[in-house]
């Protein structure tokens, strides 16, 4: 990426996960407010503002070139007219594994890498999705996807929407959250916890600056 120069200094700049971590907190929120993205890095940088998928493809760039073992999940809901699936960068050192988020809310974020398996890790994110109803709507989450793998490393200043990837990573393989004989036995979550929940980071009428 030679003739990228912006992109290169400030990846080089994110050399740990909670570096990474740090630098998406700081980020915008990409509402898709003209229309839906899937922005490159470059794209996304230059933008200055990212949601999940376009944070979690940032970090595992970032990852890759610091040598840190990372793969994409997918946080699929029961009802897309609901609620919204969530992206995240997973990553694993010293056997154990964690996972970048780019988000606007309170949860569904960051996690330390102190989990044994994806699953163990997934299932960490099941009790905070949840509507204003304290519905839980998550239903599944994918195996941990290789981008490297599948795509190589021409998405990384793709001017085009990374919609090859997107599609590619949905229809990829997906594990249900809730078992069927104890889907009855989910309870609501809890009026504080959706209190709690309510606070974001970004506000939508706040002007972004490229």
């Known amino acids: 990426?030679?003739?990228?120069?912006?992109?290169?200094?400030?990846?080089?700049?994110?050399?740990?996960?909670?570096?990474?971590?740090?630098?998406?907190?700081?980020?915008p929120f990409n509402f898709e407010e003209e229309a839906e993205t899937y922005m490159s890095p470059l794209r996304a940088l230059l933008a200055n503002k990212m949601h999940c998928f376009e944070g979690a493809v940032f970090a595992c760039l970032c990852l890759k070139r610091h040598h840190i073992e990372n793969y994409l999940m997918d946080l699929k809901v029961k009802n897309l007219k609901k609620d919204f699936d969530h992206t995240l960068c997973i990553f694993r050192i010293n056997k154990f594994w964690?996972?970048?988020?780019?988000?606007?809310?309170?949860?569904?974020?960051?996690r330390d890498p102190i989990?044994?398996?994806?699953?163990?890790?997934?299932?960490?994110?099941?009790h905070e999705?949840?509507?204003?109803?304290?519905?839980?709507?998550?239903?599944?989450?994918?195996?941990?996807f290789d981008i490297w793998k599948?795509?190589?490393e021409g998405w990384i200043t793709k001017e085009e929407d990374l919609d090859e990837i997107a599609e590619a990573f949905d229809?990829?393989?997906?594990?249900?959250?809730?078992?069927?004989?104890n889907r009855k036995l989910v309870r609501k979550a809890g009026k504080t916890e959706i209190k709690g929940a309510s606070v974001?980071?970004?506000?939508?009428?706040?002007?972004?600056?490229a």
């Open 129 to 144: 999705y949840f509507l204003d109803s304290g519905e839980k709507t998550l239903l599944s989450f994918s195996k941990p």
């Open 171 to 181: 229809a990829s393989p997906h594990i249900d959250f809730v078992p069927k004989e």
């Open 98 to 110: 964690g996972a970048i988020s780019k988000t606007n809310h309170a949860v569904l974020r960051w």
């Open 115 to 126: 989990y044994r398996s994806p699953r163990e890790l997934a299932m960490s994110y099941f």
């Open 1 to 27: 990426m030679k003739n990228f120069p912006v992109l290169n200094r400030t990846i080089k700049k994110l050399n740990t996960p909670q570096k990474v971590q740090d630098f998406l907190d700081k980020v």
């Open 150 to 152: 599948k795509f190589g």
């Open 200 to 209: 974001t980071e970004w506000q939508k009428n706040v002007r972004m600056e």
